[in-house]
């Protein structure tokens, strides 16, 4: 089945600072890999997704994301953080029927 | 567009009262999804539609909720009887049909409808 994990609830960084949220896959075949951010009282928006090419996937509001198939990895990140950043972040991998299959989620602190 | 609409935003109800929540989708849109997300448990997939049709409804906990999508434009969650263990924020989400099976597509979210069952 396939399936994302984010080995991290929290994580706290100084604005200014680079920000990384974790997440590893399982999947069967090609990774189609989906990062969703969740601002406080509103719904999910996308970020980016890795279909296939480049490891290094550029996404909305200066986020990146990097594809790592040796550790099976497909970590967000930000060269510096702002403290508008702070929310909860997901990453995400299709099932074999199309529906999105989240992680628990990941929650970001930026402090100023 | 004006993206995904739901309503109510929020809802306090009491137990045994019947709750309905309601979303239109985006126009155009093929699916539409409808999620729970509780501190405990995540995100949860309830019940999805394709073409106004239920696909996959194996997530929906239980026979106090149903789902309904009567046309292209409206969708209703509904509880009843609701229960304290319903509490929890219900999402809505459509998206376009994916170029393939395992791309599926970026998911247009609502606001959100926050239910309390007290």
């Known amino acids: 089945a396939q399936s994302v994990a984010q080995p991290e609830d929290q994580v706290n960084v100084a604005e200014g600072n680079p920000l990384t949220v974790k997440c590893t896959y399982s999947?069967?075949?090609?990774?189609?890999l989906f990062w969703y951010v969740q601002y406080p009282n509103r719904g999910l928006q996308f970020l980016l997704k890795y279909i296939t090419g480049d490891n290094l996937v550029k996404g909305s509001y200066g986020f990146e994301a990097e594809f790592n198939k040796s550790q099976t990895s497909f970590h967000l990140k930000k060269p510096s953080a702002l403290v508008s950043d702070s929310a909860l972040y997901f990453c995400a991998v299709p099932d074999s029927w199309g529906k999105l299959q989240f992680g628990a989620g990941t929650q970001v602190v930026v402090t100023p | 567009d004006a993206g995904v609409i739901q309503s109510p935003r929020h809802e306090v109800t009491e137990m045994g009262q019947e709750v309905t929540l309601r979303c239109k989708p985006i126009s155009g849109h093929d699916y539409l999804f409808w999620y729970r997300q509780t501190m405990m448990r995540g995100l949860e997939l309830l019940i999805y539609f394709n073409n106004n049709v239920p696909i996959d409804d194996s997530g929906m906990p239980e026979d106090r909720f149903s789902a309904k999508m009567p046309n292209a434009s409206f969708s209703t969650l509904k509880i009843q009887p609701s229960e304290p263990r319903d509490s929890a924020v219900y999402f809505c989400?459509?998206?376009?049909?994916?170029?393939?099976?395992?791309?599926?597509?970026?998911?247009?979210f609502g606001e959100g409808s926050r239910l309390t069952v007290l």
């Open positions: 989400a459509s998206r376009l049909l994916p170029a393939g099976i395992a791309d599926t597509g970026e998911l247009f």
């Open positions: 999947v069967s075949g090609n990774p189609y």
